[in-house]
């Protein structure tokens, strides 16, 4: 059973920082034979890519303006998201997730597995 928690999440000022991780308390989905990705979901809008991690180690972010890095410990099998300068409209649920894709993208339809969500919100 997969298995992938999200912590971190929280309430932060806007230009505040976050640092989201996510484990896998399951079989091994956060590792380097699985593409690895964070997304969120805001309000009233659809799901999105933020940062994707293909099997090579090779990171793909959204345009979010360098303030998003992405990292994946293969041996801890814990994947996180740094965020900085956040602002308001980053205030989302984000999620983790896992993809047998060797090189998934960051379409949301790539990815089989994922975890419960942590709630980031920014206030200005």
């Known amino acids: 059973q997969v298995q992938l928690v999200e912590s971190g999440g929280g309430s932060v000022q806007a230009g505040g920082s976050l640092r989201l991780s996510c484990i896998d308390s399951?079989?091994?989905?956060?590792?380097?034979?699985?593409?690895n990705g964070w997304f969120r979901q805001a309000p009233g809008k659809e799901r999105e890519g933020i940062a994707v991690?293909?099997?090579?180690?090779?990171t793909m972010h959204a345009d979010v303006e360098g303030r998003f890095t992405i990292s994946r410990d293969n041996a801890k099998k814990t994947l996180s998201l740094q965020m900085n300068s956040l602002n308001p409209e980053d205030t989302a649920i984000y999620y983790c997730?896992?993809?047998?894709?060797?090189?998934?993208?960051?379409?949301?339809?790539?990815?089989?597995?994922w975890g419960r969500g942590a709630q980031v919100t920014v206030s200005s």
């Open positions: 997730a896992a993809s047998r894709n060797p090189v998934a993208t960051m379409n949301p339809a790539d990815f089989a597995y």
């Open positions: 399951g079989y091994g989905y956060i590792d380097r034979g699985y593409s």
């Open positions: 991690i293909n099997i090579y180690g090779k």
